[in-house]
């Protein structure tokens, strides 16, 4: 709660709450992290007064965790990822405009259905697609042979084309009952 209270104006754009499913750098996420954040994730998009959820995760392995997510997220409700480039104690820290922004693709009518998206840098990619071309770059997160999914910038919200692949709960894998990958 601590992260989501110091994004400033976030409450205006949802009903927000926060969990902790781990709290690890991502460089060290695996097959045992994957499989509790998926299980967790499919339970939560459940519920009733659910209506997305939104994941802040480090860089370094953010790709790999959303496309995971792509193929075994079972609900058409959307999940939005997000991480920053510069810490909380840069001169400029991307953290919360990106929390804010992602907040705001969850939330956008339009997101339902197009399984897990990428949030940063005023950009939000399909997971499919989403690669990380720099170590330090703000606008490291890029989808090379398509293009982003589409553009947010304080909290307004463009759409380009939806993506042609399975996803959601039209995606042919799945994670129940698994105790290991």
């Known amino acids: 709660n601590t992260l989501i209270n110091a994004v400033p104006n976030l409450g205006k754009l949802a009903s927000i709450s926060g969990e902790q499913v781990v709290n690890i750098g991502s460089q060290d996420m695996n097959d045992e992290v ?3 954040l998926a299980q967790r994730v499919n339970e939560t998009l459940k519920s009733a007064d659910v209506d997305a959820v939104l994941i802040t995760h480090g860089t370094d392995t953010l790709e790999e965790t959303s496309y995971f997510l792509s ?3 079972k609900s058409a409700k959307p999940v939005v990822m997000v991480g920053s480039m510069r810490p909380a104690t840069a001169i400029s820290a991307d953290g919360p405009a990106n929390i804010y922004n992602g907040v ?5 009518p339009e997101a339902k259905g197009r399984g897990t998206l990428v949030c940063l840098n005023d950009e939000f990619h399909y997971a499919r697609n989403v690669m990380k ?5 703000v606008q490291t997160f890029s989808s090379l042979n398509r293009g982003p999914a589409g553009l947010v910038h304080t909290g307004k919200v463009q759409w380009f084309e939806p993506m042609d692949k399975k996803l959601g709960a039209a995606s042919e894998f799945s994670v129940d009952g698994l105790d290991r990958l």
């Open 71 to 73: 193929l075994v997220t």
């Open 104 to 108: 705001a693709v969850a939330t956008s």
């Open 34 to 36: 994957w499989l509790k």
């Open 133 to 137: 071309t720099d170590t330090t770059s």
